[in-house]
């Protein structure tokens, strides 16, 4: 009798175990064709034309699009060339792209809401409460959500001279930095400030924020080809942006600064797929939850999407909702969307109220 019950028991723990195992890594959002969503296909092909009229004016080599509604994408669909020298290479959907300033909502303020989650850190608390040297030439009552939000006053780039003498040392120069504005008074999109918000990951809990969004984030959710300085398999499909030194950069990072950083800064440096943002995505519509893993709770999404009035607009923590910025945002999307671009030629744009989302990708 137990030995019967020892072996049920070591079953099952061994199911359980399974079960584990398989819920960390849920698997990528089913492909349907758009009617089977309750999507119209002739009205997603103007994307085709759409992306015709951009290749043939030379506005990028090609790019990745896809749109997804109600937890499946209906439109995945890759054009033009990922690479146009020394030699042609056709764009693939799993081509893996600098995403640019997507790096700041995505890496880095989710980053900071889960630490939030953590009771790690408070969304209104100064910055120099957590990060003393930071309270200096006018900083020491700037928010943690005035760098979130870009009212904290701050520079949009400093030179890029402050960044040529290693990491710390880089730090220590915009530790130093001087106000620009008042806080709290003018929306100024700053790098400058999600570099900070990167540090204080990394002061609270002794990880970057590469390591601390793969624990937190990317690895949980699967997202396998999404992360700073890519490895040999994701470089070898990244596409190439430009030339820097007499060779191509290709999954290394195009901003200056985030180069300087050693790759790995709160503003540049994520890299990602199509369908990996897609899980990402339809993580955030599912309020913090994907496939049973959860990310964030409901209510730190609602607050990290609501709008927040700025000097242009409506911004989130961390996400563009509609100010100067939002040149890529839909037309006909609802009050509730939020997103962000990327200088690359990067966007991602959720909307909850449509249970919509649609990624654009390219190298431009």
Not at 195 to 209: C, E, H, R, S
Not at 301 to 320: E, F, H, I, N
Request: hydrophobic share 40%; glycine share 10%.
């Amino acid at each position: 009798m137990m030995k019967l019950l020892a072996r049920r028991c070591w079953i099952a723990m061994l199911l359980l175990a399974t079960a584990v195992t398989a819920a960390e890594v849920p698997p990528k959002l089913p492909k349907v064709q758009p009617e089977q969503a309750g999507m119209d296909s002739q009205r997603l092909a103007h994307i085709d034309q759409v992306v015709a009229e951009g290749l043939a004016k030379g506005q990028m080599p090609g790019c990745v699009v896809a749109v997804g509604y109600q937890g499946k994408i209906t439109w995945l669909k890759a054009y033009g060339y990922k690479q146009v020298k020394p030699v042609k290479v056709p764009m693939t959907v799993d081509t893996v792209f600098d995403m640019a300033s997507i790096t700041k909502p995505v890496a880095t303020a989710t980053s900071i809401m889960a630490l939030v989650e953590q009771g790690q850190l408070r969304i209104a608390e100064r910055v120099s409460a957590y990060v003393p040297e930071f309270g200096v030439e006018g900083k020491k009552d700037v928010t943690v959500y005035q760098l979130l939000t870009h009212q904290a006053g701050l520079i949009p780039d400093n030179s890029l001279k402050d960044y040529q003498q290693g990491v710390e040392e880089s730090m220590e120069r915009i530790y130093a930095l001087k106000l620009v504005a008042e806080p709290g008074e003018k929306f100024i999109y700053t790098d400058v400030g999600f570099i900070m918000l990167a540090d204080l990951v990394q002061k609270l809990t002794g990880k970057n924020v590469h390591e601390f969004s793969q624990q937190q984030i990317f690895r949980p959710l699967g997202m396998s080809d999404t992360g700073y300085k890519p490895g040999p398999a994701q470089r070898k499909r990244a596409a190439p942006t430009e030339m820097r030194d007499g060779a191509w950069m290709q999954g290394e990072v195009h901003d200056p600064r985030a180069y300087l950083l050693d790759g790995i800064a709160g503003h540049a440096g994520l890299f990602s797929t199509a369908e990996d943002l897609a899980v990402y995505a339809q993580m955030m519509l599912g309020g913090g939850q994907y496939a049973g893993v959860r990310i964030l709770n409901s209510r730190t999404v609602d607050v990290m999407t609501a709008p927040q009035t700025v000097s242009s607009g409506k911004r989130g923590l961390g996400w563009d909702k509609q100010t100067g910025y939002s040149s890529n945002r839909g037309e006909l999307f609802t009050k509730r969307a939020f997103g962000h671009g990327g200088f690359t030629g990067t966007s991602l744009w959720m909307d909850p109220g449509l249970d919509l989302f649609v990624i654009f990708l390219s190298n431009r």
